[in-house]
């Protein structure tokens, strides 16, 4: 298996809502990320786990809220967002945390923030 | 931090006509480099990736690369353009340390009849 899973595809959310998106990978990979996506331009990095630890935070709002079970499952709790949240966010891993071998990214999730 | 340059927010090609997309790095060290391909509403897919040893890169869909060092560049090349390659290419660095990836600006490949 060299997917990376997202669920889920398309997600409408209330600024008041709370939801989670979910990521998931069987590549034995023990890095995961979360990017954010705006139209036209490049992934903007999030987060970073590194062996199921948090090892890079970058000053994403708390209404952003990671979350890695173990090794193989990726969540983002999201709640209070705001219309300017709304993106394609995507998750991605790699074998170790270095850009050596690259990252394998997922389809992503579409968010609308209303 | 690393950082890479695409020059050209947009370009285009006819079809069966030559494609060249340009990224030049910022490093004294000669990084990792990457290029992925992302269709509309996709994730990124990666296309090559250049890390140690020969320079020219081959990758999927026919798409291939070259390290430059001289010129701190990797740009990306195919020789003939197909209809399906119309998509956004990014160019991505990372050194060689646990860094993590830094994508470029992005280029958005049209191909026309």
């Known amino acids: 298996d060299t997917e990376v899973t997202q669920t889920p595809k398309h997600l409408v959310m209330g600024m008041t809502n709370k939801k989670s998106l979910k990521c998931e990978q069987h590549m034995g990979h023990r890095a995961m990320y979360w990017y954010k996506q705006k139209a036209k331009k490049p992934p903007e990095l999030m987060f970073v786990y590194s062996y199921e630890k948090l090892s890079i935070n970058e000053s994403v709002p708390s209404r952003f809220s990671p979350e890695c079970p173990n090794s193989s499952l990726l969540n983002l709790h999201l709640h209070a967002l705001q219309p300017e949240d709304s993106a394609l966010y995507l998750c991605?891993?790699?074998?170790?945390?270095?850009?050596?071998?690259?990252?394998?990214f997922g389809s992503g999730t579409r968010l609308t923030v209303v | 931090a690393q950082s890479v340059t695409q020059l050209g927010s947009h370009v285009s090609v006819s079809e069966g006509a030559l494609v060249l997309l340009r990224c030049n790095y910022s490093s004294s060290v000669p990084p990792y480099l990457f290029w992925y391909v992302q269709y509309p509403n996709q994730g990124l897919q990666l296309l090559l990736k250049?890390?140690?040893?020969?320079?020219l890169v081959k990758g999927i869909n026919g798409f291939e690369a070259e390290f430059k060092k001289s010129e701190t560049s990797f740009h990306l090349t195919k020789p003939s353009a197909h209809m399906s390659d119309a998509a956004e290419y990014f160019c991505a660095v990372s050194d060689r340390g646990y860094s993590t990836l830094t994508f470029g600006k992005g280029t958005m490949l049209l191909v026309s009849p």
């Open positions: 250049y890390t140690t040893g020969a320079t």
């Open positions: 991605a891993s790699s074998q170790g945390q270095g850009g050596r071998e690259g990252y394998t």
